[in-house]
């Protein structure tokens, strides 16, 4: 299974983006997704979780901004990003953690999406 990123781009300070993650392949189970950001020289940072049950949890930089959610019969899951900063600026990554396709089941990172916001 693979991960697809996609829905980055350019945007102004306050405006919202929508990031999408979708599998290569029909999940037919999994534990937990995840978006991670990354900027240059610095660890990458955990974003936001959502969980098979829909458990639901944010890093404290983007609670009450962004939102997660899936779709599981579209095999995507989302991050919807409102009133943008322009400290969001990072590269961002999905993360799903035991994606199972058939009987096959792993951990996956997919490729990242870059989010620019300027001032």
């Known amino acids: 299974v693979q991960l697809q990123a996609s829905g980055g781009g350019l945007v102004q300070a306050g405006e919202s983006l929508r990031l999408s993650c979708t599998a290569s392949?029909?999940?037919?189970?999994?534990?937990?997704m995840d978006w991670y950001r990354q900027t240059p020289g610095n660890q990458r940072e955990w974003v936001a979780k959502?969980?098979?049950?829909?458990?639901?949890s944010y890093s404290d930089s983007v609670k009450g901004r962004f939102t997660i959610s899936r779709d599981d019969a579209a095999n995507t899951m989302y991050l919807q990003m409102s009133s943008l900063k322009r400290e969001d600026t990072a590269v961002y990554y999905c993360?799903?953690?035991?994606?199972?396709?058939?009987?096959?089941?792993?951990?996956?990172w997919g490729q990242g999406t870059l989010v620019t916001v300027s001032s």
């Open positions: 959502i969980t098979s049950a829909g458990a639901i």
């Open positions: 993360y799903g953690i035991g994606l199972c396709s058939g009987s096959v089941c792993s951990n996956v």
């Open positions: 392949r029909r999940i037919v189970r999994w534990s937990n």
